[in-house]
């Protein structure tokens, strides 16, 4: 570990040479920080041998293109629920199928939009993530300079006057721009829940259709029944999570693609090769051309064919993206387009048969091996969304987005696969609702294209952005690529828009609920930051107290937990005025997730002295990406003391002769910053692990009477841990603050129920940070405060 010591005055010459240095140094860091942004986009780049790409794309199949794959279930009977007009309308509509997955889940998401992942992470937070790296747009901003030092923090530096640095200036210099893409980002994650929902009701209920087919004699109520008894099966065994039974989705994704293919070139061959001439785009036109609202419309049912787009976004896993690319590009494209033509070449010759066109196209020989092969593959492309919605979950609710609840990591060896109790069940319930309620295919079907569009929507509004600040694009490019997107879509969405009224409404209905119990918890955590920032307490009070505090110093730990990443929180001094008493030892930590993926174990605290070193006052800062978790195993409050204790052994090791100067300045870190910390002439004490530096404790610290307390006579470091040791073995006692929010009586209706009503209820339910970190309740200490809003 690099250390650097400097004495805070120095003269004439030492000045001068300590500048140079200073200079050399600022470059050796430059240097640095570029060959390790040079070694990061190398690993990230790095070229896989075939045989170990085409490992990674075989298994990829079963993560991520599952739910795409089992679109041929259900996108006939939704394109033509009305039955079949005109035998060339199945040309036409066949065409734009085609033309339909060539576009938006090949050129743009295969091609484009999974080149924007973070770290291997898709979905809208994902790319929020990116963009907040890359601007000041977050709206609670507990950020600092040093996080940026981070292995895992990636960014590009603009140049001034480029496009994308007046592009970030734009989006910086508004608190309204930067509020309204969180709500584009929270619309578009609200309306991927909603897909986690209506996509295993769509996919189970198609896939237990099969039995009518073959045994008419059974009711719609039994097929609902069954689909109803495979859903809560399969929300049942979430907790078991997909490390055990994962290795089964690889394999039966490829078979269902290679039995649809196979199928579908059958059925070619056997009944009407002519639909092959559907690759020319003249059929849409002429489909188009024989106008009326019918074929308008049924846009809607032509649009679930690429329905799955939006998990295969979210599910990218550890997967790289030529893996990706190759299982799209030489397994799923081809195999759907066969499946898509076959059932187009069989409804050619038996359109009354629309309705269940999949089953019905199926050689009788092989009819039930296929039934159980779509049944398992619906089960397969229903885990993968609701593994994609537990993911988003995760996301929010590391940026402050969703109330905190229950999250269980179910894989040694993969990070992102995880549980979420409380979500599951409610995604049981409802899914089981959409699927009991509504009973047929048509409106659920309404329902899921209506959540696919306006994710598609959201995703190019945010992937613009990402290309002008990420990839820095030439703007013509940027321009291109938004139109071409938005007219496809737009196209798409405007048919949708007919549908509302026949089952789209509940995807709105969904995310509506879910957009207001998001916005409301994040404007209450923004409310409770700004208020612990604004009441903070300022250094020169804490040192006008003295040593004591002004009260008496028990033998103990006190762990102050604060929201502040900076200054003293205001529910310490609430706490020192209504008390005689405060620990020996204070800690103030302070737990913030920051908008990449993790933060590795090594990097993941930073710890600094507060005040003089007979005031025993220290800051920790823990830092969580929003992949991270907090596991039960986890000793938080061990590894913040060994993040303690190495803090003060390094201290007394670079403090040399520098202890004995009115004004001292002591910088160690792994990562050593750009700029050099300073605040005038004087500097304090900072992190063994990183600077962090905040305005009010960047202040003179004066050496204090070593006659106060038996305490401050400490000479070195060692003599201090004892002293923490022993105050360790006293007791250790975590204060945490309670802070209620309540509406001004003058504050408008709205605001009221939103406050004190729906915010206190998520309050009420979510769960305490005491749990997330595992405190035990005989050492928990709450702080009561109420402020308004």
């Known amino acids: 570990m690099a250390a650097r010591v400097e004495a805070a005055t120095m003269n004439g010459e030492e000045s001068d040479e300590r500048g140079s240095m200073w200079e050399l140094d600022q470059k050796l860091d430059q240097s640095l920080d570029e060959e390790a942004c040079r070694l990061r986009n190398m690993y990230r780049e790095k070229k896989f041998s075939v045989l170990l790409l ?8 079963g993560v991520v293109y599952g739910d795409l794959g089992t679109s041929p279930l259900y996108v006939f009977y939704n394109t033509f629920p009305h039955g079949i007009k005109d035998p060339e309308d199945i040309i ?17 998401y295969v091609f484009v939009v999974c080149k924007a992942n973070d770290n291997g992470q898709g979905g809208t937070f994902a790319l929020y993530s990116l963009l907040c790296r890359h601007a000041k747009i977050k709206t609670i901003r507990n950020q600092h ?17 480029s496009f994308a640095a007046k592009t970030k200036r734009w989006l910086e210099n508004r608190t309204s721009r930067k509020t ?38 059974i009711s719609n109520g039994v097929v609902v029944l069954v689909a109803v008894i495979i859903l809560v099966s399969l929300f049942s065994v979430q907790h078991y999570g997909t490390d055990r039974v994962g290795w089964l989705f690889a394999p039966i994704v490829l078979i269902w693609f290679l039995s649809i293919a196979s199928i579908g070139m059958y059925n070619i061959w056997k009944y009407d090769s002519s639909v092959l001439k559907a690759f020319s785009p003249v059929y849409i036109y002429r489909y188009f051309k024989r106008g009326g609202r019918d074929r308008w419309t049924s846009l809607g049912g032509i649009m679930l064919s690429i329905t799955g787009i939006e998990a295969l976004f979210a599910d990218l896993s550890h997967f790289p993206v030529s893996a990706v690319q190759i299982a799209f590009t030489l397994i799923v494209f081809p195999c759907l387009l066969l499946a898509y033509s076959g059932q187009a070449a069989y409804i050619r010759r038996y359109p009354d048969h629309v309705a269940d066109a999949f089953y019905r196209s199926i050689p009788g020989s092989v009819y039930w091996p296929m039934f159980i092969i779509a049944t398992a593959a619906a089960i ?11 993911s988003l979950i995760k996301q929010a609710l590391a940026h402050g987005c969703f109330p905190r609840v229950k999250v269980v990591h179910t894989s040694r060896k993969f990070l992102g696969q995880i549980y979420v109790p409380d979500i599951n069940w409610i995604l049981m319930i409802l899914c089981i609702a959409v699927t009991a309620g509504f009973k047929n295919q048509s409106q659920i079907g309404n329902a899921y294209g209506t959540a696919v569009v306006i994710v598609m929507l959201v995703t190019t509004l945010i992937m613009t952005l990402i290309m002008i600040l990420v990839w820095r694009c030439h703007w013509v490019l940027v321009l291109i690529f938004t139109l071409l997107s938005l007219v496809v879509e737009c196209t798409y969405f405007s048919a949708m828009l007919f549908k509302v009224d026949q089952g789209g409404w ?59 990443a900076s200054g003293v929180p205001h529910i310490f001094s609430h706490f020192i005025t209504n008390l005689p008493a405060i620990h020996s030892v204070v800690v103030f930590v302070c737990v913030k997730n920051l908008p990449v993926y993790t933060v590795p174990e090594e990097e993941r605290f930073l710890v600094k002295r507060i005040g003089p070193k007979n005031f025993h006052m220290f800051r ?17 409050e061990k590894r913040l003391f060994e993040s303690l204790f190495l803090f003060i052994h390094l201290e007394s090791m670079m403090e040399g002769g520098c202890s004995d100067s009115d004004d001292y300045s002591i910088c160690g870190s792994q990562h050593q910053p750009k700029d050099k910390l300073e605040n ?43 002293f923490i040791n022993r105050c360790r073995d006293a007791g250790v006692v975590h204060i945490m603050g309670n802070t209620a929010i309540r509406a001004r009586r003058e504050a408008r209706f709205y605001k009221k129920i939103a406050i004190d009503y729906v915010y206190a209820f998520l309050r009420k339910i979510c769960r305490e940070h005491s749990v997330i970190f595992n405190v035990p309740q005989e050492s928990l200490l709450n702080v009561g405060q109420i402020f308004y809003v």
């Open 145 to 161: 300079r040093t996080d940026e030092e981070l292995t895992t923090y990636s960014r590009s530096i603009f140049h001034e006057h």
């Open 680 to 722: 005038g002439n004087e500097n304090e004490n900072l992190s063994t692990f990183d600077t962090f530096d905040s305005v009010e404790s960047i202040a003179p610290v004066k050496r204090v009477s070593h006659t106060v307390t038996a305490s401050s006579q400490m000479s070195g470091g060692v003599d201090e841990l004892e």
């Open 506 to 564: 509940v995807p709105l209905v969904i995310a509506s609920l879910f957009f207001l119990i998001m916005s409301v918890w994040h404007y209450g955590t923004l409310k409770r930051y700004e208020f612990e920032m604004h009441s903070r307490v300022s250094m020169a009070w804490i040192l006008g107290l003295g040593p004591s505090l002004g009260l008496v110093r028990v033998p103990g730990v006190g762990l102050v937990y604060t929201e502040l």
């Open 54 to 61: 085409l490992q990674l794309s075989y298994q990829s199949l």
């Open 380 to 390: 397969v492309a229903s885990q993968a969304t609701i593994s994609a919605t537990f």
């Open 92 to 108: 036409g509509a066949l065409s734009l199928i085609i033309y339909s997955l060539t576009l938006i889940p090949l050129l743009k």
């Open 620 to 636: 920790c800062v823990a830092r969580y990406g929003y992949g991270d978790l907090h596991k039960k195993d986890d000793d938080f």
């Open 180 to 217: 309204a893409l969180l709500v584009l980002v929270l619309v578009g994650t609200c309306m991927v829940i909603g897909d986690g929902i209506l996509t295993p009701a769509i996919s189970v209920l198609s896939a237990a259709g099969g039995l009518r087919v073959n045994l008419p004699q």
